[in-house]
């Protein structure tokens, strides 16, 4: 393919905001390049073959699953847009999966009648109270900016009356889409809850390689350019205005506008006109993760769940470690194996189960490279012996690892500090300070492979495809 050095769009991040938004503006035959630093795409969302063997990174499963044919909600609609069918993407429903705090459980499925049926069960006293719960939730607009970064802690102990409860609804949500520390936006609360217990979990046989080979496929087929290993060093401004972006290697493209899926203090760090400042907090929730290759199906020694979310006390602590490489206290079990796969997809070729927790970037950072070898292996044994209160002990069923830490995170996302889920403080409208230039995926507010997916295109027709 001829590249061109002008184009109505120029996308910075070849992830899943970003593929999204050029497939978008390419159907309207706008010439988009989308930039990548790296030599794949994907993001935190990739994956990468080591000794034979297919690894996703940052999958556990995508959110937000909808029936074939349904006409409502985040999946139907990035259908939609992008002109995929629900086919392309052979989706298999979670097994089900748990939260586990000690002495008491809630297991969820992709029918939230499981998880009433729980809370009724465990917290009979909450039971109108948790319905109230649902029928606030059922209407809140994503896009809303006035509201969304309200208490979801305050709120919460507004509308239900049992501590322990509250904590165990906020686990997994925080988990899987809160950049804040100790407490939640209320509108993030809302996407999350609805995205995980009211639509659900799903994965594709084929793991995240199948989407991104969908999307890029769709995205070069309209004529989109993608570029690997372009990163941007800078974004030209002039007079308010964005008029396109130097690579690092020097080599200059101009553009009506700018779509970047960066995060905003990331994007703001690139223009310069450095004379204009824009204060912004970086998020500190940041992950190490593990990939345990088994032997066996996890199923064979007795473990069946999709995801558990853990919490080894009955107060949820989401902050990044006080002293420590990593807190072993909470964590995410996964196993790709316990979706609900067609007989045609068969089983995956080994058992897996991947852990994940919160660790400290600035740390792992500061390590040196014989330390830090020595700390991954550490923590993986850490992080194991702390899953297995909460799973059966898979410990000697393992053939080989992988392990990933916040080191690995701000490679592929650039974000400081390693963050997970960006910055605290979300852009909804995807706005800056210059005029064309905007923002997708994790800072605009919508997290997730789904959510990513949607915020790309909603930004693209809101701030892309105007006339």
Same mark, same amino acid.
């Given at each position: 393919?001829?590249?061109?050095?002008?184009?109505?769009?120029?996308?910075?991040?070849?992830?899943?905001?970003?593929?999204?938004?050029?497939?978008?503006?390419?159907?309207?035959?706008?010439?988009? +390049?989308?930039?990548?630093?790296?030599?794949?795409?994907?993001?935190?969302?990739?994956?990468?073959?080591?000794?034979?063997?297919?690894?996703?990174?940052?999958?556990?499963?995508?959110?937000?699953?909808?029936?074939? *044919?349904?006409?409502?909600?985040?999946?139907?609609?990035?259908?939609?847009?992008?002109?995929?069918?629900?086919?392309?993407?052979?989706?298999?429903?979670?097994?089900?999966?748990?939260?586990?705090?000690?002495?008491?459980?809630?297991?969820?499925?992709?029918?939230?009648?499981?998880?009433?049926?729980?809370?009724?069960?465990?917290?009979?006293?909450?039971?109108?109270?948790?319905?109230?719960?649902?029928?606030?939730?059922?209407?809140?607009?994503?896009?809303?900016?006035?509201?969304?970064?309200?208490?979801?802690?305050?709120?919460?102990?507004?509308?239900?009356?049992? !501590?322990?409860?509250?904590?165990?609804?906020?686990?997994?949500?925080?988990?899987?889409?809160?950049?804040? %520390?100790?407490?939640?936006?209320?509108?993030?609360?809302?996407?999350?809850?609805?995205?995980?217990?009211?639509?659900?979990?799903?994965?594709?046989? @084929?793991?995240?390689?199948?989407?991104?080979?969908?999307?890029?496929?769709?995205?070069?087929?309209?004529?989109?350019?993608?570029?690997?290993?372009?990163?941007?060093?800078?974004?030209?401004?002039?007079?308010?205005?964005?008029?396109?972006?130097?690579?690092?290697?020097?080599?200059?493209?101009?553009?009506?506008?700018?779509?970047?899926?960066?995060?905003?203090?990331?994007?703001?760090?690139?223009?310069?006109?450095?004379?204009?400042?824009?204060?912004?907090?970086?998020?500190?929730?940041?992950?190490?993760?593990?990939?345990?290759?088994?032997? +066996?199906? !996890?199923?064979?020694?007795?473990?069946?769940?999709?995801?558990?979310?853990?919490?080894?006390?009955?107060?949820?602590?989401?902050?990044?470690?006080?002293?420590?490489?990593?807190?072993?206290?909470?964590?995410?079990?996964?196993?790709?194996?316990?979706?609900?796969?067609?007989?045609?997809?068969?089983?995956?070729?080994? *058992?897996?189960?991947?852990?994940?927790?919160?660790?400290?970037?600035?740390?792992?950072?500061?390590?040196?490279?014989?330390?830090?070898?020595?700390? @991954?292996?550490?923590?993986?044994? %850490?992080?194991?012996?702390?899953?297995?209160?909460?799973?059966?002990?898979?410990?000697?069923?393992?053939?080989?690892?992988?392990?990933?830490?916040?080191?690995?995170?701000?490679?592929?996302?650039?974000?400081?500090?390693?963050?997970?889920? *960006?910055?605290?403080? @979300?852009?909804?409208?995807?706005?800056?300070?210059?005029?064309?230039?905007?923002?997708?995926?994790?800072?605009?507010?919508?997290?997730?492979?789904?959510?990513?997916?949607?915020?790309?295109?909603?930004?693209?027709?809101?701030? +892309?495809?105007?006339?």
């Amino acid at each position: 393919m001829n590249q061109h050095n002008e184009y109505d769009t120029i996308i910075i991040g070849a992830g899943m905001s970003g593929l999204a938004a050029g497939i978008r503006l390419a159907h309207y035959d706008q010439r988009v +390049c989308v930039l990548e630093k790296h030599w794949t795409i994907g993001g935190l969302n990739s994956f990468y073959r080591v000794n034979g063997r297919n690894y996703d990174v940052g999958l556990h499963a995508m959110t937000n699953f909808t029936e074939k *044919g349904a006409k409502k909600g985040p999946l139907a609609r990035l259908l939609k847009q992008l002109r995929f069918r629900w086919d392309d993407f052979q989706l298999a429903e979670q097994a089900g999966s748990r939260i586990a705090f000690p002495g008491i459980h809630l297991d969820f499925t992709n029918d939230i009648q499981t998880l009433v049926a729980e809370v009724e069960s465990k917290f009979p006293h909450q039971k109108e109270a948790f319905q109230n719960l649902l029928n606030k939730l059922v209407d809140y607009d994503d896009l809303t900016q006035d509201d969304f970064a309200l208490s979801t802690r305050k709120i919460l102990g507004e509308i239900l009356s049992d !501590p322990l409860l509250i904590e165990m609804l906020l686990c997994p949500l925080m988990w899987y889409g809160n950049a804040r %520390e100790h407490d939640m936006d209320w509108g993030q609360f809302c996407i999350m809850f609805r995205s995980i217990f009211l639509e659900g979990f799903a994965r594709p046989f @084929k793991g995240v390689r199948l989407i991104l080979k969908h999307l890029v496929r769709r995205f070069r087929e309209l004529g989109g350019e993608l570029r690997l290993r372009s990163g941007v060093a800078k974004i030209c401004v002039d007079n308010g205005h964005a008029t396109g972006v130097q690579l690092e290697n020097g080599t200059v493209l101009t553009a009506k506008r700018i779509l970047s899926s960066a995060g905003i203090i990331e994007t703001m760090r690139m223009c310069d006109d450095q004379s204009i400042s824009q204060v912004q907090m970086a998020g500190e929730m940041s992950f190490i993760e593990s990939i345990s290759v088994l032997e +066996c199906q !996890p199923k064979k020694f007795g473990f069946d769940k999709t995801i558990v979310f853990y919490n080894d006390s009955e107060t949820f602590h989401w902050t990044k470690p006080s002293s420590h490489l990593c807190d072993v206290r909470t964590g995410v079990i996964c196993s790709p194996n316990n979706y609900l796969y067609s007989s045609d997809d068969g089983e995956l070729d080994a *058992g897996f189960v991947r852990l994940t927790t919160i660790a400290d970037h600035q740390r792992w950072s500061d390590l040196s490279p014989e330390r830090y070898a020595y700390e @991954k292996l550490r923590w993986y044994d %850490e992080s194991v012996a702390s899953a297995v209160r909460f799973m059966p002990d898979f410990r000697r069923h393992v053939i080989d690892t992988d392990v990933f830490t916040p080191k690995t995170i701000r490679r592929f996302t650039s974000h400081d500090n390693g963050a997970v889920y *960006g910055a605290p403080d @979300k852009q909804l409208d995807g706005t800056t300070r210059l005029d064309n230039l905007f923002l997708c995926g994790t800072d605009q507010g919508f997290v997730g492979i789904v959510g990513a997916i949607v915020s790309g295109i909603s930004m693209a027709n809101q701030h +892309c495809l105007r006339t």
